[in-house]
Nanobody, 121 residues
Framework: QVHLVESGGGLVQAGGSLRLSCAAS????????MGWYRQAPGNQRELVAA???????NYADSVKGRFTISRDNAKNTVYLQMNSLKPEDTAVYYC???????????????WGQGTQVTVSS
């Protein structure tokens, strides 16, 4: 099984910063990409940032210049540094991993349990 555990969420004032972490463990043969999604009440889950195996990154337009995604491949961990937070960033943030659990398996899609980020005005 693949397990993703997020941490680092919390309550901050507008303009503040948070750093989210997601550690992957279990049977992981290969990771194609890791990323962060978020879902606010009443909204659909949306991509925030992702980083692929080769190191390329992509971001939602709403967070460009404020958020930075990074990884530690040795630890199978991905981070999301969030600066200049806005109330609109309030959501549950979910870690996502795309990869294989064995050399002959198909690429799977795995999710963490989510961590709450609340930004007050």
């Amino acid at each position: 099984q693949v397990h993703l555990v997020e941490s680092g969420g919390g309550l901050v004032q507008a303009g503040g910063s948070l750093r989210l972490s997601c550690a992957a463990s279990g049977s992981i043969f290969n990771i194609n990409s890791m990323g962060w999604y978020r879902q606010a009440p009443g909204n659909q889950r949306e991509l925030v940032a992702a980083i692929v195996n080769g190191g390329d990154t992509n971001y939602a337009d709403s967070v460009k210049g404020r958020f930075t995604i990074s990884r530690d491949n040795a630890k199978n961990t991905v981070y999301l540094q969030m600066n200049s937070l806005k109330p609109e960033d309030t959501a549950v943030y979910y870690c996502n991993l795309k990869g294989k659990i064995s050399s002959i398996s198909f690429v799977g899609n795995y999710w963490g349990q989510g961590t709450q980020v609340t930004v007050s005005s």
